[in-house]
């Protein structure tokens, strides 16, 4: 077994070599024996995928061989794909060999075979979606919500999630595996992906099961433990988000009103660092009498205009029953506590509760 470990140890330098320059050497005998390890690869995973202990072990080696754990169990399976992809992106792959490397795929072993598609039909598959995922946006034809490309990459994120969290039993294991997908993404970036994949938990697996058929016991331990793994799931993101006030005040400036508004109305733990963030946001405004309105009082510590933060909690407002009347309670308490004048330019907060009406 330590034999199989050391060799499972190669494959991120297999697929470091793939995207390097050092192709430019390979011969036809060099590309077919890349290959080769990579089908080796696939076949440890078919072998030990139900095999919990082996797993982890090829988990743990995994993540051991490599300075940030972004490689899993998981992608041993993967390997033949992963592997032709990067080579095939590749431009300094002889052509030769890339001509070699597109007859060895489609002439791949178990072409076909199986539950899901293997060799050439996966990689025109998934080239095709990167390529339709980068075409310009037109404007949106339904209502606002994720877009495609943040709400593609989510479900992409939530899936190797739920697979990291099948090899790595512990929290911390995956919020590490998740702060080291996070921080490769530029932040608006990855700021879009989280969000998208917190809605995606609140809109995911439907509320009946797959069938339409009547809940067994099993079908109903089958989606209570769906949305225990959505609920620990949503726990990382939330964790890696609120971790930082820094962050979260980035993600907050990121994201339009509305969205935050429909988060903020599914999760509790981000709606009371939401309040708090715009409690903090709104005590930078001073109200100019001259100009009658309130103004930011120092331009590199007031993030919000006056508009803006009305616009905030308004939409907050008009969330759910428990948010609106949360957001509501949360103003009226701000209010009392700047002395609970019914006046205009003396609170922000009662300006803002006069100006919804309550």
């Known amino acids: 077994m330590e034999l199989v470990l050391g060799q499972v140890e190669q494959l991120s330098a297999l697929l470091a070599v793939s995207r390097s320059a050092l192709v430019r050497d390979w011969d036809s005998l060099t590309l077919d024996r890349a290959l080769e390890w990579a089908r080796y690869f696939q076949h440890l995973y078919d072998r030990f995928r139900s095999r919990p202990q082996l797993r982890e072990a090829v988990g743990r080696r995994l993540r051991r061989s490599q300075p940030s754990p972004l490689l899993g169990f998981s992608t041993l399976g993967r390997c033949p794909q ?3 992809l990067a080579l095939l992106e590749n431009r300094a792959l002889p052509p030769a060999a890339c001509r070699r490397l597109l007859r060895g795929l489609l002439q791949c072993p178990g ?40 709400r593609a ?13 099948q090899e790595v039993r512990e929290a911390a294991g995956q919020l590490r595996w998740l702060c080291g997908v996070l921080e490769q993404l530029p932040q608006p970036r990855a700021f ?5 994949a917190l809605a995606l938990l609140k809109q995911g697996p439907g509320t009946e099961p797959a069938g339409g058929g009547s809940r067994d016991g099993s079908s109903l331990d089958g989606y209570q433990a769906s949305a225990a793994g959505d609920g620990c799931t949503a726990g990382l993101l939330l964790s890696w988000l609120l971790d930082s006030q820094e962050r979260f005040s980035a993600f907050c400036l990121c994201l339009p009103a509305s969205h935050l508004a429909f988060l903020a109305g599914h999760y509790s733990q981000l709606s009371r660092a939401y309040l708090d963030l715009l409690t903090l946001w709104g005590s930078h405004l001073i109200y100019e009498p001259l100009q009658g309105r309130w103004v930011k009082s120092c331009l590199d510590k007031a993030e919000l205009s006056w508009e803006e933060l009305r616009q905030r909690f308004s939409c907050l407002c008009q969330g759910s029953t428990l948010l609106k009347e949360q957001t509501q309670a ?25 100006e919804a009406g309550y």
């Open 111 to 150: 072409a076909g075979a199986g539950p899901e598609p293997r060799g050439l039909e996966l990689l025109a598959r998934r080239k095709a979606a990167a390529c339709l995922l980068a075409l310009p946006r037109r404007p949106p034809r339904r209502p606002p919500g994720p877009e495609a490309r943040p």
């Open 82 to 84: 992963l592997l032709g």
């Open 330 to 354: 949360a103003l009226k308490l701000l209010r009392t506590q700047d002395g609970d004048f019914n006046v205009c330019g003396i609170s922000v907060w009662t300006d803002l509760l006069m």
């Open 153 to 165: 990459e989510a479900q992409l994120l939530l899936s190797r999630l739920r697979e990291e969290g």
């Open 192 to 196: 879009e992906v989280v969000a998208a």
